[in-house]
């Protein structure tokens, strides 16, 4: 007989149908407990209809079966014991463990421990790996809108201070009335204050050619990617020196350089630099 043919009571389909779905179980898992409930309260209302295991044959003393006398009974009975079997239900197979509880299964007390090749792992038995954070941002929005920022303030600032105050310009230069001292803008005189102290091959040309090349070298030298000041003392301490060096020579040219480009105290002769 098909699963569908079993006689099933359906009263008790529809009611634990509706109780499982309400309890949010999966359909199919629904319709086959609903299922089972209403074979088993059909079979509890109808024991009758019970069908019962049939007899096996018995073997005759001089061990031949009892076909034969089976065999010499009357034609006439054939036909109601045909209707008689073609009449009893088939007899379905009884459910005898419990419906699933969807619980995590436990091996019963005393009974022996089993590999199993499949099983449910409950959520905090799995070890979950988070990604550290790292020290990188989008470039957008987190960096443009910063550097947005920036340039919007600097500008304002740049309009309103060309709004208010004079750009420091000078007349027309006059080759036969130069000033003393001849001084060049303060972004150059780091180079000009070389001068008086080296060639103007090495001060122009060697040292400028030194420093931008070793400039562009840094990136391909120093591939430590640390940004802790503790961890970058060597590149610090070249900078720090670099800078200073460049910081001297510029303000020695603004403040203690006077006329004939001579050595003068600024709080004593004055200051000879304009911007």
């Not at 079993?6 to 529809?14: G, M």
């Not at 020196?241 to 006329?259: D, E, Q, W, Y």
Request: proline content about 10%; charged content about 20%; glycine content about 6%.
């Amino acid at each position: 007989m098909a699963r569908e043919d079993t006689p099933l009571d359906q009263e008790v389909f529809d009611r634990v149908l509706k109780e499982q779905l309400d309890a949010g179980t999966d359909k199919r898992v629904a319709e086959g407990r609903a299922r089972s409930a209403a074979v088993r309260a059909y079979k509890t209302a109808h024991p009758e209809e019970e069908a019962a295991p049939a007899a096996a044959p018995a073997a005759g003393g001089n061990g031949e079966a009892q076909a034969p006398a089976a065999a010499a009974a009357t034609p006439a009975a054939a036909p109601a014991q045909a209707a008689m079997v073609a009449a009893a239900p088939a007899s379905a197979p009884t459910r005898t463990a419990p419906l699933p509880t969807g619980n995590i299964p436990t091996p019963k007390k005393g009974a022996p421990d089993k590999h199993r090749l499949l099983a449910l792992v409950p959520p905090e038995g799995i070890q979950r790996v988070e990604r550290e954070q790292g020290d990188r941002v989008n470039v957008w929005p987190h960096l443009l809108i910063e550097e947005f920022v920036a340039m919007f303030v600097l500008s304002v600032g740049l309009v309103v201070f060309s709004t208010f105050l004079n750009a420091p310009l000078r007349e027309l230069a006059n080759a036969n009335l130069t000033p003393n001292p001849s001084k060049a803008p303060w972004y150059f005189l780091g180079l000009q204050e070389l001068l008086r102290y080296f060639h103007p091959m090495v001060a122009g040309i060697s040292i400028p050619t030194f420093i931008l090349v070793g400039l562009a070298a840094v990136p391909f030298v120093d591939r430590n990617p640390s940004t802790r000041p503790g961890d970058r003392k060597i590149a610090l301490t070249l900078f720090t020196m670099m800078f200073m060096f460049g910081a001297v020579l510029t303000i020695i040219g603004s403040f203690f350089r006077g006329p004939g480009y001579n050595w003068v105290w600024p709080w004593a002769q004055g200051v000879f630099f304009d911007l």
